[in-house]
């Protein structure tokens, strides 16, 4: 009896350790899984919005993708080029200065493809109503002077705050890959920074 009692207790162990195992992996398989998805649809909507904003006029700029011209045409909309460092106020309350957009090759990043480069774009952030305004890093498109870079879901390990609270100001850092290498030029809205843009009103 004791030795069919201790059968039964070996049994009942590896079936646990095995559930456990089972378990794990099921969780393993689901957070990569999630993590992909992330990191596709990101690269979806990048392609989408430099579409977008191809398609658009620009103020000034010095990039050949975004120079064509557009005289027999009616555009509402168009987009403002700026300095990195210099900071623009926009509608929603939320003062935007793109510092920097640099290829980074120790930083830390999801799913890099071969081939591609890490950049990491600084940003400094501010808010200067009474009220907390929403952030969404997702936003940001960049540029290199032919191609576009993908946003990288390692950005969200940078405890990036999904709203700045009033009177605060955030240094950020989001994450892109991209096939080329720089110059590099950043979207937000209607405004784009890069090293070679001449300087513009500072609202919009």
């Not at 990043?109 to 940003?123: A, F, P, Q, W, Y």
């Amino acid at each position: 009896m004791r030795e069919n009692g201790d059968y039964v207790k070996k049994w009942k162990i590896i079936s646990l350790v095995f559930i456990i195992l089972t378990t794990v992996f099921f969780l393993l398989t689901f957070v990569f899984s999630s993590l992909y998805i992330s990191e596709l649809t990101a690269r979806r909507q990048a392609e989408k919005r430099i579409e977008q904003l191809q398609e658009r006029p620009s103020s000034s700029s010095t990039y050949s993708s975004y120079s064509d011209s557009y005289d027999d045409y009616d555009y509402d909309d168009t987009y403002y080029t700026y300095n990195f460092g210099d900071a623009v106020d926009f509608k929603e309350g939320l003062s935007i200065a793109v510092t920097s957009a640099e290829e980074d090759s120790s930083v830390k990043m999801n799913n890099v493809l071969e081939g591609e480069k890490k950049i990491v774009v600084s940003l400094t952030v501010a808010n200067e109503t009474k009220q907390d305004v929403t952030f969404y890093p997702e936003d940001f498109v960049v540029y290199s002077e032919s191609s576009y870079a993908f946003f990288n879901s390692a950005t969200y390990d940078n405890d990036i705050p999904d709203k700045i609270a009033s009177g605060k100001t955030e240094e950020i850092k989001l994450y892109f890959t991209c096939y080329e290498g720089e110059p590099f030029a950043v979207n937000y809205g209607d405004v784009i920074w890069s090293g070679s843009q001449k300087k513009n009103s500072n609202s919009i």
